[in-house]
T-cell receptor, first 115, second 113 residues
């Protein structure tokens, strides 16, 4: 079984400051890793994903994440946030050996960007 | 436009009154699933379907039913809703392989009183 831990339920930050949202996972098999974003009153949309290859993954809206296998982490970063980045961010994993999608989500981190 | 459409967006109902939340996708995806989102718990999978007439339980299936008679539609049925099913529900679809992107509907906020 897989589990995902997002250590921070809420992260307040000022506009143009850098931000890091933390994600750790546990799995007995290899997994694919995802970050999804949920803007207010909307469904989730994919920010970025790691399947294989370079451990630094770039996504939409200037976000990037780094896969660290030894620490079982997949932290999300942005060097300079905007007010419009205010949203809830979900880290998710899917085992890579099942052949089909089985997303397991973390509890989410609410990013609050203020002027 | 590629999308997953859920209806209704908001629903208030009484305990025991059967309801159906519809979900439709226009991307010809094989895989569809239902999640519920609760504060502090994230998203948990209720049911999923790998293709027409193929459905299976997710992590929290109790109190729910689904059907997949057509590829594009995957309704969620609550035969006898209870207050603990008050939640935000999301339908999602994808091509189904482990590394593919899931596309989500806008959500249905259900309140059972």
């Amino acid at each position: 079984a897989q589990s995902v831990t997002q250590l921070d339920s809420q992260v307040p930050v000022f506009e143009e400051a850098p931000v890091e949202l933390r994600c750790n996972y546990s799995s007995s098999v290899s997994v694919y890793l995802f970050w999804y974003v949920q803007y207010p009153n909307q469904g989730l949309q994919l920010l970025l994903k790691y399947l294989s290859g370079s451990t630094l993954v770039k996504g939409i809206n200037g976000f990037e994440a780094e896969f660290n296998k030894s620490q079982t982490s997949f932290h999300l970063r942005k060097p300079s946030v905007h007010i419009s980045d205010t949203a809830e961010y979900f880290c998710a994993v899917s085992p890579s050996n099942t052949g089909f999608q089985k997303l397991v989500f973390g509890t989410g981190t609410r990013l609050l960007v203020s002027p | 436009e590629a999308q997953v459409t859920q209806n209704p967006r908001y629903l208030i109902t009484v305990t025991g009154k059967k309801l159906t939340v519809t979900c439709s996708q226009n991307m010809n995806h094989e895989y569809m699933s239902w999640y519920r989102q609760d504060p502090g718990l994230g998203l948990r999978q209720i049911y999923y379907s790998m293709n027409v007439e193929v459905t299976d339980k997710g992590d929290v299936p109790e109190g729910y039913k689904v059907s997949r008679k057509e590829k594009r539609n995957f309704p969620l049925i609550l035969e006898s809703p209870s207050p603990n099913q008050t939640s935000l529900y999301f339908c999602a679809s994808s091509f189904g392989t482990a590394g593919t992107e899931a596309f989500f509907g806008q959500g249905t906020r259900l309140t059972v009183v």
